[in-house]
């Protein structure tokens, strides 16, 4: 009898746990289709947001956070999940408006992550555009890119338009210049070595002769930025991704004074956990912002999208002579709400949702998600071994600040399929 009421407690203790948190998520949720959302935190130094890739309303929620961050000017700096250079030609996107570099803009970005290089990425950066040209000169957002380069095309623009070479003075710069004029130039993946052996011999001659260099540059706090990234990817250098990230974002900080200019950051969701999971845990790019004390906790705001009933693109399928035919679609497997892969406590979040896109803040003061329980971070696989040991003990807290729970939402079509 004693062991059947101790029994009976427990199950209503954590029944009345559940229902807790459900109260606290209905007074504490946002509809992203409501025209007057807004965010609710505008003292933050980072904001990053991140979903699981390759659904469309992702892009969706993307941009209306960033209608309520730059509507009140809260944000400065976007930081998409792309390089340096890359980024570069996005911002040139933003002022000029040119569709067709827009186009092979995300055709390159999308190379490290496929389901990225897709139509709705595409729109949209044309929202992006539309949002930006409403904003006052001194509000407009400026695109940095802190990540690992992935295709040396736009690098190579980059460093073209870096470097003056009147009178043909640098050869490796002349030699580059001619590679950009030829339309056969592959610039990724194994068929790159006439493109990388072009940015190796500038590596080489710049090193070796910096000063002959130094009035030719227009910018060489930006110039050496993007020849020690390219020393990296040639393995001149060893750094691991998650490193390079931190250690691009302090390097940009001294050019771009990020500590005083708040930047919105779109990047897959696991760089934005703000802690490890568990003491050997890998630390992830926010974690080092904490780590490293480059900033308060409360000051990096993450906001983590949560799919269900959703599909995803998967993968891009090409013949055997690489041409594109087509692509594949996952609503099981990758969408984080499927019977053999789902997040703990999501339950919670379908359950008081209001909208098929509807924001949730979990880390105000009273809110049980600081609680010890890794609801939306422990993901469980019945019968597989998961990160459950990892973060037990853990608050959802811990890791992010925000749940989007995105509903019913279709894949992103690949941008091949655009006519």
Not at 261 to 286: A, N, T
Not at 299 to 307: K, M, N
Not at 345 to 356: E, Y
């Amino acid at each position: 009898m004693k062991y059947i009421f101790i029994i009976l407690l427990t199950l209503c203790g954590l029944q009345c746990y559940s229902q807790s948190k459900t109260e606290y998520l209905e007074n504490n949720r946002y509809d992203l289709n409501d025209g007057n959302f807004d965010f609710p935190q505008k003292d933050f130094s980072i904001l990053g947001f991140g979903a699981y890739h390759g659904s469309a309303k992702t892009e969706d929620v993307e941009i209306a956070l960033l209608k309520s961050l730059t509507k009140s000017s809260t944000v400065k700096y976007y930081l998409p999940e792309t390089d340096f250079s890359t980024a570069y030609y996005f911002n040139e996107f933003l002022e000029k408006g040119d569709t067709l570099l827009l186009r092979d803009l995300v055709t390159y970005y999308g190379i490290s992550v496929n389901q990225e290089r897709t139509i709705q990425v595409y729109q949209k950066w044309k929202q992006l555009k539309e949002i930006n040209d409403r904003l006052p000169d001194s509000a407009k957002l400026r695109v940095i890119g802190v990540d690992i380069i992935n295709n040396l095309k736009y690098v190579s623009m980059h460093i073209s338009e870096l470097v003056n070479n009147s009178g043909n003075t640098l050869a490796p710069i002349s030699e580059i210049r001619n590679m950009i004029k030829t339309d056969t130039v592959t610039y990724h993946g194994k068929n790159s070595r006439y493109a990388s052996s072009q940015l190796k011999n500038l590596i080489r001659h710049y090193e070796d002769n910096k000063t002959l260099y130094q009035n030719h540059i227009t910018n060489i706090a930006e110039f050496e930025h993007i020849i020690r990234n390219l020393k990296v990817v040639f393995g001149l250098l060893e750094e691991e991704r998650e490193q390079l990230l931190y250690s691009n974002y302090v390097s940009l900080d001294s050019i771009y004074d990020f500590k005083h200019h708040p930047q919105f950051m779109r990047i897959g969701f696991s760089h934005l956990q703000k802690s490890r999971e568990g003491k050997k845990g890998y630390p992830y790019f926010f974690t080092r912002l904490l780590e490293n004390n480059t900033y308060a906790k409360e000051a990096v705001i993450s906001v983590i999208g949560y799919l269900t009933n959703s599909k995803v693109i998967w993968d891009e399928v090409y013949d055997d002579n690489g041409n594109y035919t087509g692509y594949t679609v996952e609503e099981g497997m990758g969408i984080g709400d499927y019977e053999k892969e789902y997040f703990r406590g999501i339950q919670n979040l379908k359950d008081t949702k209001i909208s098929d896109k509807t924001l949730f803040r979990l880390n105000k003061n009273d809110s049980p998600y600081t609680n010890p329980e890794p609801d939306l971070i422990e993901v469980i696989m019945p019968g597989k071994e998961s990160n459950g040991e990892h973060v037990k003990g853990m608050a959802t807290t811990d890791f992010l600040d925000y749940a989007v729970l995105i509903s019913d939402s279709p894949e992103s079509i690949p941008i091949f399929e655009m006519e």
